[in-house]
């Protein structure tokens, strides 16, 4: 490429000959300025830049000694500054980079309230334009959006946004108390299951029963039309029915137990596998143990975030121990009672809990003990039916 | 260059009122002051020296005595020369080589 900005070298020619060479860039038709003599057979002299080549040629073989001097001029200057010139353009770019995507929103983290909440609000920001990768100056204010996130979400009572460089925070808080106004339909309560009643409170709804009653399940309890006979009203029944209910329970618990435990000796096995074929395992000795517990862990050979395609196998071996112990009557009722009692608090549910319990019947029957227990239990048999107005009765 | 066409065409510019040194390629000199000489249809520098230069010209070359000599610039056809000088000598010399 031939330069286009103007440039001067200073050259020194030294030698017998140097009319030669000043006569060899005349005939080139070469343009030089300041011509002078610098010492005894030795001429100094600029050229502009673009002839540079010329002079090898003018020297050529006339034994001449050529010196060139640091060259001035726009060129140059503009060279040196091309030397750098990626340098600085680079670093423009990054301080642009930066300085630019800090304008952006690059996530939002919503915090606080309920998963509800948080996603309900989640949706509603993006509706409103606070996606990732948008500029901060075109999103809405918090002034804007906040009157619109209350009024689409009626449990939020407050919204609070703040900015962590890129990164938008959304602190919310839920309302609290009584704020739920879903509409429940009118029902009735009717008995889950047979019992006693030992205890009602009725929040709404007019109870049928009355305390000490015995109910069989499905029986109405309290009803969801109050009022006089005339203008019955519909409402949603709504309250507690503590009953007394029993539960008999089958459990048989063998009166041998066969125990495995691990006596903590362990031997390791290493091996490769390639592509679902598996090396031997190393070490290749059989391993002493009578009985033994395998576990096996393969991981990715990974070196420097690269994956190969083996993996390494490692097999732990534990040995194990069986030890049988004899369960006596007395062990085995308390296992009996123990699991039985889990079944029963699962049955009855949270609210309910065991007030008695009684082996009705006890068992040997070949190596196993057979137990019947009977419970009483108090729990929350109210259950929720909703009729629809028209089918009254 | 021969006699007969350096005649031809020294007749050629008189009879056309020509100026002789477009036609015959001769060296035009200005001297200003003593300071700044002025030479055009050069033919190349034969010496440079501080108090010396020889430049060629068509037929010969001129002799320029003086002190600090320096070739401000060297165009194709064009030079001038600064410094103080003191004397100019034209050697008529055809080729005109050597000094």
Redesign the interface.
């Known amino acids: 490429m031939k330069p286009t900005l103007p440039g001067t070298i200073g050259v020194t020619i030294k030698g017998k000959a140097y009319p030669v060479v000043l006569q060899r860039l005349y005939q080139q038709s070469v343009v030089l300025h300041s011509i002078t003599s610098s010492g005894e057979d030795e001429i100094h002299f600029y050229l502009s830049h673009y002839e540079l080549s010329h002079i090898r040629k003018a020297v050529f073989k006339t034994g001449c000694k050529v010196k060139l001097e640091k060259g001035s001029g726009l060129a140059f200057e503009l060279e040196h500054a091309f030397k750098i010139r990626s340098f600085i353009i680079w670093m423009v770019i990054a301080i642009a980079l930066v300085m630019g995507s800090t304008r952006f929103l690059w996530s939002v983290e919503v915090q606080g309230a309920t998963p509800e909440i948080r996603q309900e609000v989640e949706i509603a920001m993006k509706e409103l334009g606070y996606a990732p990768g948008k500029s901060k100056k075109s999103l809405p204010t918090e002034n804007q959006i906040s009157p619109i996130l209350y009024k689409e979400i009626d449990q939020l009572s407050w919204m609070g946004l703040e900015w962590q460089g890129t990164k938008l925070i959304v602190h919310l808080k839920e309302k609290k108390g009584s704020t739920q106004t879903v509409k429940l339909p009118p029902s009735h309560i009717v008995a889950s299951k047979k019992g006693t009643i030992q205890s009602m409170q009725i929040e709404s709804g007019q109870a049928v029963e009355n305390v000490n009653s015995v109910v069989k399940k499905g029986q109405l309890i309290v009803t969801g039309l109050v009022g006089r006979e005339e203008d019955k009203q519909a409402v949603p029944s709504k309250g507690v029915v503590m009953a007394e209910t029993w539960y008999e329970v089958n459990v048989t618990v063998p009166d041998k137990l066969v125990r495995e435990t691990l006596t903590g000796n362990e031997k390791r096995k290493w091996s490769l596998q390639l592509f679902g074929w598996t090396t031997p395992s190393i070490p290749f000795t059989k391993v002493p143990f009578t009985s033994a517990v395998e576990e096996i862990k393969s991981d990715d050979i990974e070196v420097a975030g690269f994956r190969f395609p083996i993996k390494k196998k490692t097999t732990h071996i534990y040995e194990t121990e069986k030890t049988i112990s004899k369960v006596d009557q007395k062990a085995a009722r308390e296992i009996a009672l123990k699991v039985a009692k889990e079944e029963v608090l699962s049955l009855i549910g949270g609210t309910g809990k065991i007030q008695q319990e009684k082996f009705l019947h006890e068992q040997n029957d070949n190596g196993k003990v057979k137990l019947i227990i009977y419970f009483q239990a108090l729990e929350d048999i109210a259950k929720v039916q909703p009729f629809s107005e028209e089918t009254r009765e | 260059m021969s006699r007969w066409l350096t005649r031809t065409k020294q007749w050629i510019g008189s009879t056309l009122q020509l100026p002789d040194d477009l036609l015959l390629d001769l060296p035009r000199v200005t001297w200003i002051g003593s300071f700044l000489l002025h030479i055009e249809n050069h033919?190349?520098?034969?010496?440079?020296?501080?108090h010396c230069i020889v430049v060629?010209v068509f037929d010969g070359f001129l002799k320029i005595n003086g002190d600090s000599l320096?070739?401000?610039?060297?165009?194709?056809d064009e030079m001038t020369i600064k410094g103080y000088v003191s004397e100019i000598i034209y050697n008529r010399q055809q080729g005109g080589e050597d000094e």
Request: aromatic share 0%; charged share 30%; proline share 0%.
């Open positions: 033919k190349g520098l034969l010496k440079v020296e501080d060629k320096q070739i401000q610039s060297m165009l194709t």
